[in-house]
């Protein structure tokens, strides 16, 4: 009875999250970062939500591993990118200027042998736009697929990040493959240096 009744939500899942496509939506909520020193506006993060019709804002917690199954990860990523980049548009047309905006990536998008063709139309100026690869998906530096598309992406101008480092698997001969323009420490590794004397260590 409870692997019927895993198989349906799963299933129900599935189906929502397709139709979640279908009808927009998945949406980017915008999380400002700072420089440290001056406070002064760097960039923006744009973090992919859902607008699910029934159970309200949710994260990628609750569709990713199921959009990794359905193989629609990639799609995904491309309607945060495509929105983003709008945004920061009308944003420059108010005068607000933001120096850079990142969207995390699934593994699947920078497998993919499309990512080049797929983003060679859309407004993306050199040194504007980031990727933001989770530590967590495994970086084998043997992965062709990935070392290319990091490369084509350097190419036009788009820097790689690693996010939550420290917590996953990257190893130091992937980073030199990969070689990313920035790591963002994972709070795990940073929260515990405000009240520890052995962490600043």
């Known amino acids: 009875d409870e692997l019927r009744a895993d198989i349906v939500r799963t299933k129900r899942l599935s189906d929502a999250v397709l139709s979640g496509l279908e009808n927009g939506e998945f949406l980017p909520f915008f999380q400002p970062q700072f420089d440290a020193k001056t406070l002064d506006l760097v960039g923006v993060e744009a973090l992919a939500r859902w607008e699910h019709p029934t159970d309200g804002l949710l994260a990628p917690a609750a569709f990713l591993s199921i959009a990794e199954e359905l193989n629609v990860a990639k799609l995904i990523d491309r309607t945060i990118l495509e929105q983003a980049l709008f945004q920061r548009t009308r944003w420059l047309a108010a005068g607000i200027e933001i120096p850079k905006l990142s969207v995390n990536v699934s593994a699947s998008r920078l497998r993919d042998s499309d ?60 980073l030199i493959h990969l070689q990313p323009a920035r790591l963002k420490i994972d709070r795990g590794l940073v929260m515990p240096m405000v009240a520890s004397d052995r962490e600043r260590q």
């Open 115 to 174: 990512l080049a063709e797929s983003l060679s139309g859309l407004p993306i100026q050199p040194g504007s736009v980031s990727f933001e690869l989770l530590e967590s998906i495994f970086l084998d530096e043997s992965d062709d697929s990935i070392v290319r598309n990091a490369e084509h992406l350097r190419s036009l101008g788009v820097d790689i990040e690693i996010d939550d480092f420290g917590t996953g698997y990257a190893s130091i001969s992937s």
